[in-house]
C-alpha cells in the first residue's frame, strides 16, 4: 500500500509569482483535502475533491485553485503569491462517499516559502 | 474557529498513560469527535473518532462523557514517539471543513 506523496518538498517563490503543488492519493483513495499550516498553528482546510469535483471549500479566497484527476491525484495552484502564503501546504487523502470519512491520511507537505 | 478547547502543553512519564483532555460543550448531537496528532515535521496521523460510545484501538482510547462535552483521549502506555501536537475536532458525519485548533503538545519525558 503506497502512503500519500507530495511534490515537490521545498519551494521558494517570489511575491506575485504562480505556484502548483502536486499530491499523489493513497491506494484506492477517492478523496484529497488540502491544508495550509503556518508556522506554529494547526492545518487550516482550504478545499477537497472528490471524484475530480469540488466537494467543499475553507475560507480562500479563489486564487486558491484546485483540480483531482481520474487516478484521483490533486494539484493545488495558488496564483499571485502573497508573503502570507509562506507555510506547510498539507494534502490529505481518504475514502469518501461524499467527504464522509475522516480518516484522513495525510502526506509528508510542501514548504512553501514566498520572498 | 475551531468548537474545542485544549491545554496548550501537556508532559507525561515515558511508560505512564497519558490523559489528554478537550472541552466541546457547544458540540451538536450529529457531530463527531475526532483525534489527530502531528509529530514534529510530518503531516497530521489519525487516532481515533466516536460519537456517544468509548472507542479504543491499537493506538489509544477514546473516553466521551455522557453529555458529550468533554472527552479524553488515553495514550496507555506512553512512549518518546507520542511526543507531539495532538488535536481535537469535532466535525459532522457529512461536513468536509475539518478545523484543526491548535491543540496540545504533548512531551514524554524519559
Known amino acids: 500500500e503506497t502512503g500519500v506523496t507530495q511534490s515537490p518538498t521545498h519551494l521558494i517563490k517570489t511575491r506575485g509569482q504562480q505556484v502548483t503543488l502536486r499530491c499523489s492519493s493513497q491506494?484506492?483513495?477517492?478523496?484529497v483535502s488540502w491544508y495550509q499550516q503556518a508556522l506554529g498553528q494547526g492545518p487550516q482546510f482550504i478545499f477537497q475533491?472528490?471524484?475530480?469535483?469540488?466537494?467543499g471549500r475553507g475560507n480562500f479566497p479563489p486564487r486558491f485553485s484546485g483540480l483531482q484527476f481520474p487516478n484521483y491525484s490533486s494539484e493545488l495552484n495558488v496564483n499571485a503569491l502573497e508573503l502570507d502564503d509562506s507555510a506547510l501546504y498539507l494534502c490529505?487523502?481518504?475514502?469518501?462517499?461524499?467527504?464522509?470519512?475522516?480518516?484522513?491520511?495525510f502526506g509528508p507537505g510542501t514548504r512553501l516559502t514566498v520572498t | 474557529d475551531a468548537k474545542t478547547t485544549q491545554p496548550t502543553s501537556m508532559d507525561c512519564a515515558e511508560g505512564r498513560a497519558a490523559n489528554l483532555p478537550c472541552n466541546h460543550s457547544?458540540?451538536?448531537?450529529?457531530?463527531?469527535v475526532y483525534w489527530y496528532r502531528q509529530i514534529h515535521s510530518q503531516g497530521p496521523q489519525y487516532i481515533i473518532h466516536?460519537?456517544?460510545n468509548n472507542e479504543t484501538n491499537e493506538m489509544a482510547s477514546l473516553i466521551i462523557t455522557e453529555d458529550r462535552k468533554s472527552s479524553t483521549l488515553i495514550l496507555p502506555h506512553a512512549t518518546l514517539r507520542d511526543t507531539a501536537v495532538y488535536y481535537c475536532?469535532?466535525?459532522?458525519?457529512?461536513?468536509?471543513?475539518?478545523?484543526f485548533g491548535a491543540g496540545t503538545r504533548l512531551t514524554v519525558k524519559p
Open positions: 490529505a487523502s481518504s475514502l469518501g462517499g461524499g467527504g464522509k470519512s475522516y480518516e484522513q491520511y
Open positions: 491506494s484506492g483513495h477517492n478523496t
Open positions: 475533491y472528490y471524484r475530480e469535483e469540488e466537494n
Open positions: 457547544t458540540i451538536s448531537g450529529n457531530e463527531y
Open positions: 466516536g460519537l456517544k
Open positions: 475536532i469535532v466535525l459532522e458525519y457529512n461536513n468536509n471543513d475539518m478545523r
